[in-house]
């Protein structure tokens, strides 16, 4: 009997070397991280200080220049919101990249009680009184812009409601989206990295003025002093203590040595879409070039660089495009889609 017992513990013993040598070890999953918890600008593919810019927020994913965007665009992490400026009949400075309401980008909010302003899905209403410039911020505050204008070039833009700026698609002021990136910095529904990127995240403001079209903006501007435009936009931003994080850029340059005047120590971005003028813009204080990226060669970026201009340009949807100019060494992007950027 205790033979049999000893073969049987044997038999056994040797069974279960077999099964624990067959059977693969148990390993502990790794941990997944938080929803939110987006690291901002943590791409090791990026050089250090390289400026992410969401262009009008993040209009590749969210209809542009609204809350819902700039939320997106915070929530990827950006160091850097981009953004258009105009001025309204009250004086109000207003987020918005055309000079008029548009009807493949709003339409009249079915929440919006009389008196109505024109209304853009209207044909025989006359263009020129859906400009900025004619309406007051109250009227525009009746419009809904969650339209996108190009679903073939934006296929994955969604006018999806976001966490803190919910289905909130008004136009903005400026001083609003100030106060939203404040809220932002200290709400609770974000990750720790994201509401401490948003406590530094730097504000490039675009005054919409044209040397071609003084219309466009509708104020006193002489071409050489301040207007109430550059006024009123250097009230805002001086009542914000935000100096030291915002950028002035436009395609008027004469725009920006006005606003040069009004805050000395404002960073001042050049915008071109062809020959630039490196030498009168490093002269007249201009910290930023930002050209067109199909028309920048490594010899202008060399000259850029040798002036003391950062180089940023607009506006690299590409993922190829943006390996391709990271390595040629501009300093930031401007782009569409920041999740390319920096995923």
Same mark, same amino acid.
């Given at each position: 009997m205790n033979v049999m017992v000893r073969q049987l513990c044997s038999l056994l013993l040797i069974a279960v070397v077999i099964v624990a040598a067959c059977t693969p070890p148990i390993v502990a999953p790794a941990s997944s991280p938080a929803a939110g918890a987006t690291t901002p600008a943590a791409n090791a593919a990026l050089p250090p200080g390289f400026d992410v810019q969401g262009h009008r927020g993040a209009r590749g994913l969210q209809p542009e220049n609204t809350l819902p965007a700039f939320e997106?665009?915070?929530?990827?992490?950006?160091?850097?919101?981009?953004?258009?400026?105009?001025?309204?009949?009250?004086?109000?400075?207003?987020?918005?990249?055309?000079?008029?309401?548009? =009807?493949?980008?709003?339409?009249?909010?079915?929440? *919006?009680?009389?008196?109505?302003?024109?209304?853009?899905?209207? !044909? *025989?209403? *006359?263009? /020129?009184?859906?400009?900025?410039?004619?309406?007051?911020f109250a009227d525009l505050q009746r419009y809904r812009c969650d339209r996108n204008p190009d679903p073939g070039r934006f296929p994955d833009q969604r006018a999806t409601p976001t966490t803190l700026a919910g289905d909130n698609y008004q136009i903005v002021r400026l001083a609003d989206l100030?106060?939203?990136?404040? !809220?932002?910095?200290?709400?609770d529904a974000k990750s720790a990295a994201q509401r401490a990127n948003a406590a530094t995240v730097n504000f490039n403001i675009e005054t919409k003025r044209k040397p071609d079209d003084p219309a466009a903006?509708?104020?006193?501007? /002489?071409?050489?002093?301040?207007? =109430?435009?550059?006024?009123?936009?250097? !009230?805002?931003?001086?009542?914000?203590?935000?100096?030291?994080r915002v950028i002035v850029q436009s395609f008027d340059h004469r725009s920006l040595w006005a606003m040069r005047t009004l805050l000395p120590d404002v960073r001042l971005a050049a915008l071109?879409?062809?020959?630039?003028?490196?030498?009168?813009?490093?002269? =007249?204080?201009? *910290?930023?070039?930002s050209p067109n990226y199909t028309t920048l060669t490594a010899a202008q970026l060399d000259a850029a660089h040798a002036l003391g201009l950062a180089v940023i340009p607009w506006t690299v949807n590409d993922a190829a495009d943006m390996q391709r100019l990271i390595a040629l060494g501009v300093d930031g992007l401007i782009t569409d889609r920041p999740d390319r950027l920096l995923e």
């Open positions: 997106t665009a915070l929530d990827l992490g950006v160091s850097t919101l981009e953004l258009d400026l105009h001025l309204t009949a009250d004086g109000e400075v207003v987020i918005w990249h055309d000079e008029a309401i548009t =009807r493949d980008k709003c339409g009249l909010s079915s929440m *919006a009680a009389p008196p109505l302003p024109p209304d853009p899905d209207d !044909r *025989a209403v *006359a263009g /020129d009184t859906l400009n900025l410039s004619r309406l007051t100030f106060t939203f990136v404040e !809220r932002y910095a200290g709400s903006i509708g104020d006193d501007f /002489d071409g050489v002093n301040p207007g =109430r435009f550059e006024q009123a936009i250097a !009230r805002i931003v001086g009542a914000a203590g935000l100096t030291d071109t879409t062809g020959p630039a003028a490196l030498p009168e813009f490093a002269q =007249r204080g201009a *910290a930023i070039w």
